[in-house]
């Protein structure tokens, strides 16, 4: 069955390190994916979108990398800051188009002073 | 520029009854999805509407049934509740052919 898979246990990290997020997925063929923030009791806010044909993202301190072939994408956020913590979800469109989202369970980050 | 908004942002029903969700999209968008998120679950997709069709579906029982009227508002319908359908329930707009989807703030049903 079609599955993405997020790391189920949060993430604690250090203010200014590099936080790194796993996103994988098996049995799709997505022609994107998707990184979405999502803080307690709000609606996702979309962050970053790659294709199938690229091989890196970049926005302000986002990254975010797609390797099809080994069916993952890792999210990187440099320089993190408090304000950082939160849920980060990635999603796939299966449907090829449709904009029929498939979420990722997210992964809990907090950043510590 | 308002974004996506819902209404109500909190709602208390018990089993049996009936609900409805509102949602308005982002000005200018015309395509509306419907989410469904369990606490510490990723949203999970209910339907999408598009020209006041419901153009796909995840799968959700008949019990969910929506609708979206001519100035792309969307409403979502929930029937004979159960215990099972207290969820955050998340409107999504997004334009026709753009992947990026924008959502509300969401609906949060408790079920008692």
């Known amino acids: 069955s079609q599955k993405i898979e997020q790391n189920s246990e949060a993430l604690n990290i250090q203010e200014g390190k590099t936080a790194t997020l796993t996103c994988n997925y098996t049995n799709y063929s997505p022609a994107y994916l998707q990184w979405y923030r999502q803080d307690p009791g709000r609606g996702p806010v979309f962050l970053l979108l790659i294709r199938e044909n690229e091989k890196e993202k970049r926005k302000e301190r986002l990254k975010v990398t797609f390797d099809t072939t080994l069916k993952q994408s890792l999210f990187h956020i440099t320089a993190s800051q408090p304000a950082d913590s939160a849920t980060y979800l990635c999603?796939?469109?299966?449907?090829?188009?449709?904009?029929?989202?498939?979420f990722g369970t997210g992964t809990q980050l907090k950043v510590e002073l | 520029d308002a974004g996506v908004t819902q209404s109500p942002t909190h709602l208390i029903k018990t089993r049996g009854q009936q609900v409805t969700l509102r949602c308005s999209p982002k000005?200018?968008?015309?395509?509306v999805s419907w989410y469904q998120q369990a606490l510490g679950q990723g949203p999970q997709f209910i339907f999408q509407y598009y020209e006041e069709e419901e153009r796909q579906r995840g799968n959700f029982p008949d019990r969910f049934s929506g609708h979206q009227f001519p100035n792309y508002s969307s409403e979502l319908n929930v029937n004979a509740l159960l215990l099972g359908d207290s969820a955050l329930y998340l409107c999504a707009s997004s334009l026709a052919g753009k992947e990026t989807q924008y959502f509300g703030p969401g609906t949060r049903l408790l079920v008692l």
């Open positions: 000005s200018g968008h015309d395509t």
């Open positions: 999603a796939l469109d299966i449907t090829g188009g449709g904009n029929k989202l498939t």
